[in-house]
């Protein structure tokens, strides 16, 4: 499985490797203090009217004195079984606070009778999160919860670990912080560094990704000889556009692009490229470089190594005002295990699943 957006059904699927990102010793602030931020609005809309193909996890149980609950059910599947709760559950607490305060829940699939190891089985529900253990390809998960198809199995958290060691603490946080994003994204939330606002708060740097001079070499190619193309290069016809060009200004600009000359571009490109934009919350307050739904300045870096911020960054915030440059760590911090959502995280679950309840 690639690194790009993937339609099914009209459903998104979010993709991502797992890194432990190179980050540079010299790196030391922390982007939750570089902006004040309250709202954050890019995610599965509020509500599910009309004809929007997702949205929050459905309202199960309605009480106005505890508090309404919207549960997402989850099992694992196979192997994943034995290596995943301890995980998972850590991964879980992360999200507490919104838990707290929300209509929201994690909880294992009724069949499992409150077992925290709840192995998927045929008398598990169809919609339940499906948590698998992969080997090949990205870890991936679906966002918010599918009302138009009845399968088994339309929610899935894939999570590929190799070359993790789940006993070493530091490779271990860096699992549970890459679990907690992807869960962001099965509550309904999608990448904040793809706002389509994004290029006001945040430098992209599409030269420094893992792959690009190899999709540069694809691309001098395809324009050399178009009929060996994977997808022919329209944007790039003129022959006073060089090879650099075609690649900065379309390969990592375009989803039909990317996914063949740069798939793991596409995690990057701005906008929702299978919803209308009207099917998501748009944002309307300053971008959260705190979120735990960016990716670090460094994930799917080319520039592993001793190098110096901003040096081989991929992405890059900038500090309104100041124009200063400054580093962005996935969940606000530089340490792994001290990532969590942020408050603006937290508060956009708390809108997607209101409590309801007398007093709040």
Known sequence: MSSFFLAKLGFMLITIYLCSACIPSDITMNLANSTTLHHRYYSVPNDRSGDKPSGPWPVEVKDSINGDQAPIYYCYEDDAVNHFPPIFADAFSKWDTAVRYSALEFKPDPECNGSLECECSDECKPEPVRIRRISDGASEATIGYDYESPDEGRH????????????????????????????????G??????????????????????????????????????????????????PSMTDEECMKNFVCKLPKYAQHYLSIAGGYITGNHYFALKDFEIPTWALDTASIMNYGSYFASS??????????????????GSGVKVPIFQGGNKDPGAGRPSASDNQRVMMLYPKNQAGS
């Open 303 to 320: 520039a592993c190594g001793n190098v110096k911020f901003p040096d081989g960054a991929v992405l890059v915030g900038v500090q309104r």
């Open 189 to 238: 939330l999608a990448h904040e560094h793809q706002r389509p606002d994004r290029d006001t708060y945040i430098e992209f740097h599409c030269e420094n990704l893992k792959g690009y001079k190899e999709g540069l070499v694809k691309v001098e190619a395809a324009r050399k000889d178009p009929s060996t193309a994977p997808i022919r290069l329209l944007e790039c016809i003129s």
């Open 156 to 187: 899935y958290l894939n999570l590929n670990i190799e070359g993790y060691d789940l006993n070493n603490p530091a490779s271990r946080a860096v699992v549970v912080l890459t679990v907690t994003h992807e869960l962001g994204h099965i509550i």
